[in-house]
């Protein structure tokens, strides 16, 4: 599992699996994102990810964003989320591409 610091509260990753699930504990991390849609090709259903995640005390949302079609609301879900939720945040997509410009967009998102 390849984790990418963005931010001291905020980290990308790509597609995980129920597996990671203790590592990503292990690392200090309190919540987890997922950006990808389950319909993607090759997606892991959130659900399972979900359930880990919460069995492992940590905090989980679900924002699937269509690669290349972010919209505002994608955006102003995750900004919501990551103002709620315990820090620090992992997210993950396909690459770790993806939660990364969204990222970027909430911090436009916020000015």
Do not use: W
Not at 4 to 23: C, F, M, N, W
Not at 51 to 61: C, D, M, N, S, T
Request: net charge negative; proline share 5%.
């Amino acid at each position: 599992m390849e984790i990418r610091q963005i931010t001291e509260d905020y980290a990308v990753a790509p597609q995980i699996g129920v597996e990671h699930v203790k590592l990503i504990k292990v690392a200090g991390f309190k919540s987890v994102i997922c950006n990808r849609p389950d319909t993607e090709d090759g997606a892991v259903p959130h659900d399972e990810i979900e359930a880990a995640v919460k069995e492992a005390g940590l905090e989980f949302r679900f924002i699937p964003v269509v690669s290349g079609q972010m919209t505002e609301k994608d955006v102003a879900d995750q900004a919501a989320a990551l103002e709620e939720l315990p820090k620090p945040v992992l997210a993950y997509c396909r690459s770790g591409a993806r939660c990364t410009n969204l990222y970027a967009m909430v911090q436009e998102y916020r000015k």
